[in-house]
C-alpha cells in the first residue's frame, strides 16, 4: 500500500443489508467531500463477473479485474439482482477473494483522491477489519421487514419480477451468511455507534450521524 495520507476524516459503516447503509453514507460522503465506496458492490461485481464469464472466473482474471476496477463499474444495475447477491454471499466466504478485495479496499480508505478530505466506506467488515482507527464507526441496522420491504421496493422499481416473500427469504438467507461465516462476519464493534432507521427517516437518520461526526471533527481540529 502507498504512504497513508494524513489529517483525512475516515468514515466506518457497517450493516446488514438494505438497512440504509448506502443512502447514508452517500449523503455524509457529500456533504464532507468524501471519497465514496459501497465495499458490497465489489462483492457483487465478483459474483456478477463469475455468472457471465464462468470459464474464465480464476484468479488471475479477478486480479485483473479488480486492478483496473473504476468506481463506475459498481454502478450496473444488474449488480443489484437477487441472483448476484446471492452469489456475492458465497464469494464474500472465499479468503483468497477477501485478501484481494480488502488490499483494494484499504488503499481506497487511506489513499483517497486529493480533492476529497477523506473517505467513507460501508460493507460489513470496515471498522475492524479495513479502517480500524476510523475517525467515526457506525453500525446501520433496522429490523428484518423493514429491509425486506426496502429491498423488495427497490427492485420493483427496477422492473424486477420478484414477490416480497422471496426478498425476505433471500434476506434472512444473506443475514444468516454474514453474521455467521468464518472470515469477516457482520458485528457490531464496541466502539461502533447503533443507529436504528426501522422509524427514521433519510434525514433524520443524517442528521443524527452528521452531530456525532461534527463533534468529532471539533474534537480532533486536525481533521
Not at 464469464?53 to 454502478?75: A, D, E, G, T, V
Not at 441496522?141 to 426496502?150: D, F, G, S, V, Y
Not at 427497490?154 to 451468511?177: F, G, M, P, T, W
Request: charged residues 35%; glycine residues 4%; positive net charge.
Amino acid at each position: 500500500m502507498k504512504i497513508k495520507r494524513k489529517n483525512i476524516l475516515k468514515i466506518a459503516i457497517d450493516s446488514p443489508a438494505a438497512a440504509g447503509a448506502g443512502t447514508i453514507a452517500k449523503k455524509i460522503s457529500k456533504h464532507y467531500n468524501l471519497f465514496y465506496l459501497d465495499t458490497g458492490k465489489i462483492y457483487r461485481m465478483i459474483a456478477y463477473l463469475k455468472l457471465k464469464y464462468p470459464k474464465k472466473f480464476n484468479q488471475s482474471f479477478l486480479k485483473k479485474r479488480i486492478k483496473s476496477l473504476k468506481i463506475k463499474n459498481l454502478l450496473n444495475r444488474a449488480l443489484l439482482s437477487d441472483k448476484v447477491g446471492t452469489q456475492a454471499s458465497i464469494i464474500s466466504k472465499n479468503k483468497d477473494i477477501r485478501k484481494l478485495v480488502h488490499s483494494f479496499q484499504i488503499n481506497f480508505a487511506y489513499n483517497p483522491p486529493r480533492r476529497y478530505k477523506g473517505s467513507c466506506l460501508d460493507g460489513r467488515d470496515i471498522t475492524y477489519k479495513i479502517i480500524p482507527d476510523a475517525d467515526c464507526k457506525f453500525f446501520i441496522n433496522a429490523n428484518l421487514n423493514t429491509r425486506a420491504l426496502r429491498r423488495f421496493k427497490e427492485l420493483r422499481a427496477l422492473k424486477k419480477k420478484i414477490s416480497y416473500k422471496e426478498v425476505l427469504k433471500s434476506i434472512k438467507k444473506r443475514d444468516k451468511s454474514d453474521y455467521n461465516r468464518k472470515i469477516s462476519p457482520l458485528k457490531k464493534t464496541k466502539d461502533s455507534v447503533l443507529i436504528n432507521t426501522t422509524n427514521l427517516s433519510k434525514r433524520a437518520c443524517f442528521l443524527k450521524i452528521k452531530k456525532i461526526i461534527d463533534k468529532k471533527i471539533k474534537l480532533n481540529g486536525n481533521i
